[in-house]
């Protein structure tokens, strides 16, 4: 493994699954996801598909799947992650409109089907590649594109120092903050336009379109 590379199935056991998947059924999504979810259905869900990077226990595309999607593609590193997002889908009456994929989605990314739309929330905190995963996921999304990702402030760079110093101890991979900026470039050379953009204190939320005829 890189040394940089962060080991998902340790950094996201049982333990933190468990929490998120409650969290998920006892409040809903969070704001942040709320405003991409909000964003995604104003542009056009109905009958679309899409590949969920690092779907954690499912939330947003069982949401989207509620409001009109169609099927879904679920790739994500953490074994904990997968096992919770079926028992979700089998609770919530979706299993037959989802396909799980386990692994790396940068290793996995030849093998993964085009989707309508690809979404990756929280997840280039946890990668330290960023180009090479925004830049496989991009080539993936036929129509819309969305981000939930880190603000690059100095106080979101100085958290992540901190964190980083003490994660050893916490059994925890390290985070990253990349340049919003630069997440823009890349995502922009794929011929993706901004839809929306939105941040928190802590978050960025951006949403990009494939104009008619781009390639």
Same mark, same amino acid.
């Given at each position: 493994?890189?040394?940089?590379?962060?080991?998902?199935?340790?950094?996201? @056991?049982?333990?933190?699954? $468990?929490?998120?998947? %409650?969290?998920?059924?006892?409040?809903? #999504?969070? !704001? +942040?996801?709320?405003?991409?979810?909000?964003?995604?259905?104003?542009?056009?869900?109905?009958?679309?598909?899409?590949?969920?990077?690092?779907?954690?226990?499912?939330?947003?595309?069982?949401?989207?799947?509620?409001?009109?999607?169609?099927?879904?593609?679920?790739?994500?590193?953490?074994?904990?992650?997968?096992?919770?997002?079926?028992?979700?889908?089998?609770?919530?009456?979706?299993?037959?409109?989802?396909?799980?994929?386990?692994? @790396?989605?940068?290793?996995? $990314?030849?093998?993964? %089907?085009?989707?309508?739309?690809?979404? #990756?929330? !929280? +997840?280039?905190?946890?990668?330290?590649?960023?180009?090479?995963?925004?830049?496989?996921?991009?080539?993936?999304?036929?129509?819309?594109?969305?981000?939930?990702?880190?603000?690059?402030?100095?106080?979101?760079?100085?958290?992540?120092?901190?964190?980083?110093?003490?994660?050893?101890?916490?059994?925890?991979?390290?985070?990253?903050?990349?340049?919003?900026?630069?997440?823009?470039?890349?995502?922009?050379?794929?011929?993706?336009?901004?839809?929306?953009?939105?941040?928190?204190?802590?978050?960025?939320?951006?949403?990009?379109?494939?104009?008619?005829?781009?390639?």
């Amino acid at each position: 493994m890189d040394c940089c590379q962060p080991d998902l199935e340790t950094e996201f @056991d049982e333990q933190v699954v $468990a929490r998120d998947l %409650e969290d998920y059924r006892s409040r809903g #999504l969070p !704001a +942040v996801t709320r405003r991409l979810f909000d964003a995604l259905v104003a542009a056009g869900v109905e009958g679309r598909t899409l590949l969920d990077i690092g779907g954690g226990v499912g939330a947003i595309h069982h949401e989207l799947l509620r409001a009109g999607l169609a099927t879904v593609t679920d790739v994500d590193g953490s074994t904990a992650y997968l096992s919770a997002a079926r028992r979700e889908a089998e609770r919530q009456g979706d299993i037959d409109r989802i396909r799980y994929r386990h692994g @790396d989605f940068v290793q996995l $990314a030849d093998e993964v %089907e085009p989707a309508d739309i690809v979404t #990756l929330i !929280a +997840v280039l905190c946890c990668y330290p590649h960023m180009e090479s995963l925004v830049r496989l996921s991009t080539a993936r999304a036929r129509h819309l594109y969305g981000l939930v990702f880190p603000r690059s402030t100095w106080w979101m760079r100085a958290a992540a120092a901190a964190f980083n110093a003490v994660s050893p101890l916490l059994g925890s991979g390290p985070g990253f903050v990349h340049a919003e900026g630069d997440v823009d470039a890349v995502v922009r050379e794929a011929h993706l336009v901004p839809l929306m953009q939105a941040t928190s204190s802590y978050w960025r939320v951006a949403v990009y379109r494939r104009p008619e005829g781009a390639t």
